[in-house]
């Protein structure tokens, strides 16, 4: 099976950036201007302090898992392949979450804060995917 | 809201024939909920002049489903809406009901679902959730199989005690005939540990089951109620709240999470406390969430829904009877609506063989959203219900 007859990220107007940063395989999220919080997911307001101005900062692409779990059957086909397969809840050291899976090591080996760091996934020529991989001390 | 309290009431529940039945799509159901639950009321249809009916989830721009469903009834309306909190939504079209009846917009509400698993002539768009799917991070399990990783990872809660909660709710399933998983019996603690893992940690009889079907009940003002076919089940409390949150539904530094709101507000309107609650129905689409929920909502302290939950006190005969028809977990899915119909009952006395004891107070909560957009975004419901 292809790799991706699953699914795959079709950017808003919003979101379009993020995406497009990480085709260069650049972790960016949006800084307000407002109140300096480091938003996810992009939107065009803060949430925080409502401000509509705002920088695409490159992160450190360094964080620890804050939550993972194995899927042991695939809701679509296009992951049928992968079973069974880790989905993690990343927190960045700048403080958004987000998901991924973490890669390069066994589903057995992955903790709550692990530390990890960001690891590029080009899909195709559109979409490249932020994955985690451990960060080895 | 204090004003709104006992002002309203529950006359009429009804649930078609649920489980694997596919002879009727989304609308078939819930024509047929909302007949039973009128007929039950010993009205007709010149009596109802308001409608809330559930989103289904493959409606898409399918917009006025709950006018449609007025107009294949030829109901005579002047308050209608469709309402969209997932799991949320039955509780809430209860409030709703009682506000606009409040307001004078309409007397006489319906709040109706149905649901059918792969409808004919359905197209289910698959949303654009770009930050969760492509990761293969897919269905409602998947938030709920975090929410325990990280219960477990910060209050020590085991697997044993998620079970604990499955092994009650088949209890009482197998006290209700109408049941979807009563002829298969009761499961044990063992059953629970050896089925097989879905989204770990989750494993398969943490899961809710499927299921079509539909249901409705009637909502109309205290004083009308007194004159219908049943005593009256009163609107004692009402709560909402609706929170985005990555994986943390608990407090946090805003308190605002999981719910917590729509609890306080619930039983502050009615003036009580949980402990005052005979029987409660809470919306357990996962064994996790039910722990989860009576922390949230003050049953006991944070981080020991747990131990809290192990010990049986949630089966009929127990100290805190929940979810006594068998809940999501092994009544059937029903979006909920099942919560508010077994509330109604039970303070009906209508239970027989699950019957709660001179049951005259009951929660009931609601629990829905969008869990794998971002922000994970979820609406938390909640009712007291008092016979008088």
């Not at chain 2, 044990?188 to 893992?197: G, I, V």
């Not at chain 2, 979810?323 to 109604?344: F, I, K, N, P, Y």
């Amino acid at each position: 099976m292809s790799e991706w007859e699953k699914f795959l990220p079709k950017p808003t107007e919003d979101t379009e950036p993020y995406w497009d940063y990480c085709r260069k395989q650049e972790l960016r999220m949006q800084k307000c201007k407002g109140c300096g919080l480091v938003r996810f997911p992009p939107s065009v307001i803060c949430p925080r302090c409502w401000s509509l101005g705002h920088e695409w900062v490159k992160l450190s692409g360094r964080g620890k898992v804050w939550s993972w779990v194995i899927f042991h059957q695939a809701f679509y086909p296009g992951y049928a392949d992968d079973v069974p397969y880790n989905t993690a809840i990343i927190e960045l050291e700048e403080g958004p979450r987000l998901h991924a899976n973490v890669i390069g090591c066994r589903n057995e080996e992955i903790y709550i804060e692990m530390p990890v760091e960001v690891a590029f996934e080009k899909v195709d020529d559109e979409v490249t995917l932020p994955k985690f991989r451990p960060v080895l001390s | 809201m204090a004003n709104l309290k006992d002002q309203y009431a529950i006359v009429g529940a009804g649930l078609t024939k649920f489980g694997k039945i596919f002879d009727k799509s989304p609308v078939g159901f819930t024509l047929e909920g909302i007949k039973l639950a009128v007929e039950d009321a010993g009205l007709s249809r010149d009596d109802i002049d308001g409608l809330l009916v559930a989103m289904p989830a493959m409606m898409g721009e399918e917009h006025a489903w709950a006018a449609r469903i007025g107009a294949l009834l030829e109901l005579p309306l002047t308050f209608s809406y469709t309402m969209d909190m997932g799991g949320a939504t039955p509780v809430a079209m209860v409030q709703t009901a009682a506000l606009a009846i409040a307001a004078g917009l309409c007397k006489t509400v319906v709040c109706a679902y149905g649901h059918s698993e792969n409808p004919q002539g359905a197209a289910f768009a698959i949303p654009n959730l770009e930050f969760t799917m492509p990761y293969g991070d897919i269905g409602a399990t998947a938030l709920q199989a975090h929410i325990a990783r990280r219960h477990m990872h910060e209050f020590g809660t085991r697997s044993e005690q998620l079970g604990q909660v499955a092994v009650a709710f088949r209890h009482n399933a197998c006290l209700n005939p109408d049941a979807q998983m009563f002829s298969k019996g009761p499961i044990t603690l063992a059953d629970h540990q050896q089925s097989r893992w879905v989204v770990e940690p989750l494993r398969l009889l943490d899961c809710c089951v499927q299921t079509c079907g539909g249901g409705a009940v009637v909502v109309t003002s205290a004083e009308r109620a007194q004159d219908l076919k049943h005593p009256p089940v009163l609107i004692s409390g009402m709560g909402q709240s609706h929170s985005a949150e990555i994986i943390e539904p608990w407090p946090g530094k805003t308190g605002h999470r999981g719910g917590i709101p729509a609890g306080r507000m619930c039983f502050e309107m009615a003036g009580m406390k949980p402990k005052d609650m005979d029987v409660i129905q809470i919306y357990d689409g996962f064994t996790i969430l039910v722990i989860t929920s009576l922390e949230n909502y003050g049953f006991c302290p944070i981080g020991e829904g747990g131990p809290f939950a192990e010990d049986g006190k949630l089966k009929v005969g127990g100290a805190l009877p929940c979810c006594t028809a068998g809940g999501l977990l092994s009544e059937g899915h029903l979006m909920g609506m099942g919560h508010v119909v077994e509330g109604v009952r039970q303070l009906r006395r209508q239970c027989k063989e699950r019957q709660v004891k001179d049951a005259e107070i009951c929660f009931v909560t609601g629990y829905g959203g969008a869990p794998h957009t971002y922000p994970v975004t979820l609406c938390y419901s909640t009712l007291i219900l008092r016979r008088p």
